[in-house]
């Protein structure tokens, strides 16, 4: 069984930045492509970042320039860095990891941005 837990998420202002982390337990991290999606009120849940099992990325239109997903598959751990960050980037953020045409996803982290 796969469990992903985010943390990092909080409250920030317009213009700050936070690094949204996901640990991943089970043997499947380095094989699976991992992904940060995000929810706000009232939409759905869409694509922020991915990066696959060999680190190649790729972005959402609106986190290109302003956030970099990385991995680390000694740690089991997948990052999101979120800098110049925007009113309109408040949602809960998921993390979810793709393995064989399994997703797995972890119970998501709010990120607050104030303006």
């Known amino acids: 069984q796969v469990q992903l837990v985010e943390s990092g998420g909080g409250l920030v202002q317009s213009g700050g930045s936070l690094r949204l982390s996901c640990a991943a337990s089970?043997?499947?991290?380095?094989?699976?492509?991992m992904s940060w999606y995000r929810q706000a009120p009232g939409s759905q849940r869409e694509l922020v970042a991915r990066?696959?099992?060999?680190?190649?990325?790729n972005y959402a239109g609106s986190a290109k320039g302003r956030f970099t997903i990385s991995r680390d598959n000694v740690k089991n751990t997948v990052y999101l860095q979120m800098n110049s960050l925007k009113p309109e980037d408040t949602a809960v953020y998921y993390c979810?990891?793709?393995?064989?045409?399994?997703?797995?996803w972890g119970q998501g982290t709010q990120v607050t941005v104030s303006s």
């Open positions: 089970g043997a499947i991290f380095s094989s699976a492509s």
């Open positions: 979810n990891a793709l393995f064989f045409a399994i997703n797995y």
């Open positions: 990066i696959s099992s060999l680190g190649s990325t």
